[in-house]
């Protein structure tokens, strides 16, 4: 005898029955979604237009500043040489020399030329940028051809503290006033032009270096390393990519889709999905035994209680809403199944059914002979007449038998 179906099982027939046209509709739409993503992802994902580098060049300038000691003093040696330093003494190393060291680097380059020019600015300002006077003075001008990457060109000049603020006490004490805070700084241009990975390229860069007078001492304030690139490039068509998941969850979707839509057909077109009356009364029965959990206990009725006359219920469901009603509880035997409910004379029983094929189809089935049952009984009676005719016929032969004793005695005689 073969085990009964799982509900799991049922219930999945249940879903293929009742849904089989909308799976296979949901399975064929992952199948196009899927062929879609395959194709634009892996077959002809088409192109995109991209920047692309084509040259480029990178400018780097900087302000080395430095100054020798001119004075005999109790601290330095006369001669040594103060460098890189945010202060320094105006009475020892009054002038101070300035080095403009610019170089570049790419990746191939042609007839590169470097300039470099730097002026001394000197102005007084106000408040809100008001410039009340300006003097300017070039200090170093230096241009450099065939430059090849990561070769340095200097341009140097020295500044004279003492000079510089001789000359602004010359300005004020001749104009008569100084409205203003008076400033002096260097400001410095640098031009790179050339060819540069077979492209004519061009780099501009400006730099400023502040010096501040302070009677005894004059500071220098400077920008440090000053970077600057200039890149060309150009718009171009490159093939389109994507990323991991869409990679990978387009063959997965068709591959999903494709066996969903197998096992759909196959399960409607060669399996029996339909359950039978027995099997849908089974998940209905489990159905409400899930429902009404809470209102079912599991214990042995005492004997006498079945004493009592049995009212069949057709539901779970009926028996439960009948305990309710009428404020009793609903036994669940351990040993049988049944669902009982004890109410006044009566016993009220529901019992569920097993998830197995109809019991008419049970009834139907031919024996292990070949005969059905009804056959076995024709068969019976059939026995018995030729049985009942066997005896008759008997009787009969020995009345001849006694017969013909009598008549052969006859003719003896």
Known sequence: MSSAPSESRLRLRAVLNAQS????IACLLLVAVGAGLVYTTHVDPGTETESRTVSSLTVESEYRHSATVTEPNAVFDTGAVLDGRDTYFTRIAPELDVDVATSYTASSAEDVTVEIASTLVIRNVGEGGTVYWRETEPLAS??????????TVNASFALNSTAIDGRVASIEEQLGASPGQ?????TTSVAVDGSVGGVPTASTQTLDMTVTHGGDT???SEPGVRSDTASRTEQVSVRRSYGTLRSFGGPLLLLVGLLGAAGTGYATRELDLALTPTEREYLSYRDDRSEFDEWITAFRLPPSVHDRPTAEAESLRDLVD???DNDTGVVEDPTTGAFHAVAGEFV???RPPAPTADSTATDST???DGDSPDDETGAADVDVAEEADGREIGSQST????AEPDERGDDRA
């Open 322 to 324: 009948f305990a309710i």
């Open 366 to 368: 031919p024996s292990a």
């Open 348 to 350: 009220y029983t529901y």
């Open 142 to 151: 230096q241009s450099v051809s065939g430059v090849d990457p990561g070769e």
């Open 399 to 402: 009345e001849g038998s006694a």
């Open 218 to 220: 004059y500071s220098v």
């Open 182 to 186: 008076t400033e002096t700084f260097v």
């Open 21 to 24: 046209t909308a799976i296979l």
